[in-house]
């Protein structure tokens, strides 16, 4: 036997226990929605002040990534896009109190989690 049918048949096999292991009448979806029921039990959701936008924080860094829930970007799919001048536009954004709270989050742990860390790293090579 070569080396590539061993390599098959390995593969097939590996992939006919995997299948059995996941046929016990339950769906994927089934599952995630069970774990995803199991797993919201305990999540409680922002306050008001956990959720107030700051716009002079919020246009500090290079990026701008905001993610948006269904209803939120459904909400904004409606709004107009007013024309400042020829090279700016103005846009709303709208944003319910689980998206903006995500947003401060991600700010947050960009700062802690990413920045200071080059900070810290930066000052390292300077030693």
């Known amino acids: 036997m070569s080396r590539h049918e061993s390599f098959a048949k390995k593969t097939k096999f590996g992939a006919d226990s ?3 292991k996941f046929d016990n009448g339950e769906s994927w979806r089934e599952k995630r929605k069970q774990y995803l029921t ?3 039990k305990d999540v409680k959701f922002p306050t008001a ?5 700051e716009p002079k924080f919020m246009y500090d860094s290079e990026t701008f990534i905001v993610h948006l829930c269904f209803n939120c970007r459904q909400a904004n799919r409606k709004l107009e896009a007013v024309d400042i ?3 700016h536009q103005k846009i709303e954004l709208v944003l319910c109190k689980i998206c903006r709270s995500n947003y401060n989050v991600q700010r947050r742990s960009k700062f802690f989690n990413h920045e ?3 900070f810290k790293k930066s000052m390292e090579e300077d030693v």
């Open 18 to 20: 995997t299948a059995k």
């Open 38 to 40: 199991e797993k919201s």
């Open 49 to 53: 002040s956990e959720a107030k936008l």
């Open 85 to 87: 001048d020829d090279d």
């Open 116 to 118: 200071l860390m080059i």
